[in-house]
């Protein structure tokens, strides 16, 4: 492949243009098709599936296909309880989701053990997988899920994946154009 | 509709057979029951766990209590014999309820099972094994029903403490102490409305 020339602008600046264009393409591509893995667990299960629904309708944010196979999802939405018995079942099917994976602990239990301060209930997910977008409520409306959904958007789309992940190919590129 | 005295008379029927019901069961096994109590038209018969079996097949065959409602299990951590074992029967025929309580002491810590006589006592069972320890002789299948199988306690015992205790088993699962900081989580029973309920209403105890 032949490699790209600096043409009559000031490559320097196109050259920045381009990384920020390419992150900005792929983190647009990437939040507005999150496929949630669906991990219902108790009662938030249910607003899960209303939020799924045509009133409120996850489908406008790209996210209707909730594969139950963690191996095609993006976000994993723990919607429920998480009980010591289910908490490492829980770790393992985020580990098989492949990379870039993001979690919304949605609603009380999966966020800090909600009401259910026990000796079988895990005070929240945090403890085992990394949280990007916790949703308070018991269980959170609709509406308070698809917010938490647009927060994590907003997250995603500062994040620099290209830079972080392909440093010496960003470095290399940069090189390459000024 | 009914005929007159069509409804009335079936009543009557039924409350004389549950009545016999129960007066045959004092009759048949007097010398065994250490106490019958009435409160509110519910009755209660404590039992020797010895005569377990035969009581239970004479409630189910002779009289007609075909349903187990529940069984359930109590701590009296600090009594002797410590565990308590509650069955609630109820005749579907006649619309009789029954309630049937018997001791266990820890050291001997098992009693005969009736999952041959009512099937749903298998699950019962196994969550008081699971719970308070109490084993079950005869269980076809005497295994953990809510916490898996290797958890080394028995939560709902009153020596183990409302937070839990640390356990681990790699793989399986792990068990944390609960942070209860910022007072009890629970309210006291009270006549007072849900907000001056609230536990945390309440003044810190130091």
């Not at chain 1, 927060?151 to 992940?165: P, V």
């Not at chain 2, 005969?112 to 269980?139: C, L, Q």
Request: hydrophobic share 40%; with cysteine; charged share 25%.
């Amino acid at each position: 492949m032949a490699e790209t020339h600096a043409t009559a602008y000031d490559s320097k600046i196109e050259g920045n243009v381009i990384f920020t264009r390419f992150d900005a393409a792929l983190n647009w591509v990437r939040k507005n098709s999150l496929w949630p893995m669906p991990m219902g667990l108790a009662c938030c299960a249910i607003e899960l599936m209303a939020t799924a629904a045509s009133r409120f309708d996850i489908s406008r944010f790209g996210a209707e296909v909730m594969r139950f196979s963690p191996r095609q999802c993006d976000v994993m939405i723990v919607a429920g309880t998480v009980t010591y018995k289910m908490a490492l079942a829980v770790k393992r099917i985020y580990e098989q989701m492949p990379e870039p994976k993001w979690v919304i602990a949605m609603g009380a239990c999966a966020s800090t053990g909600g009401m259910y301060r026990s000796y079988a209930v895990l005070q929240g997910i945090d403890q085992l997988l990394p949280v990007d977008v916790y949703i308070s409520g018991c269980p959170p409306r609709p509406e308070a899920l698809l917010a938490g959904l647009m927060k994590l958007q907003e997250k995603i789309s500062g994040e620099r994946a290209f830079r972080d992940q392909a440093p010496q190919l960003a470095e290399r590129l940069e090189e390459a154009l000024t | 509709m009914l005929p007159a005295g069509g409804a009335p008379a079936l009543q009557r029927h039924k409350q004389m057979t549950s009545q016999e019901a129960i007066e045959s069961l004092n009759k048949w096994f007097e010398e065994n029951l250490q106490k019958k109590t009435e409160f509110r038209g519910e009755t209660t018969y404590a039992i020797a766990a010895s005569d377990l079996r035969e009581i239970a097949k004479f409630c189910r065959d002779d009289l007609s209590f075909d349903y187990l409602l529940d069984i359930t299990s109590i701590d009296n951590f600090g009594e002797e014999p410590r565990f308590e074992i509650v069955y609630h029967l109820y005749s579907m025929p006649h619309g009789a309820h029954l309630r049937l309580k018997l001791r266990v002491s820890e050291e001997l810590g098992a009693i005969d099972t009736v999952s041959d006589i009512w099937p749903t006592a298998d699950w019962h069972e196994r969550e008081i094994y699971d719970m308070m320890g109490v084993k079950f002789n005869g269980h076809p299948d005497l295994r953990r029903i809510l916490m898996w199988d290797g958890y080394p306690f028995f939560p709902l015992r009153k020596d183990f403490p409302l937070a839990g205790l640390p356990s681990d088993m790699p793989d399986v699962a792990f068990t944390k102490v609960t942070p209860l900081e910022g007072g009890p989580f629970v309210t006291v029973p009270s006549t007072a409305g849900s907000k001056d309920r609230e536990p945390r209403a309440r003044p810190r105890e130091l």
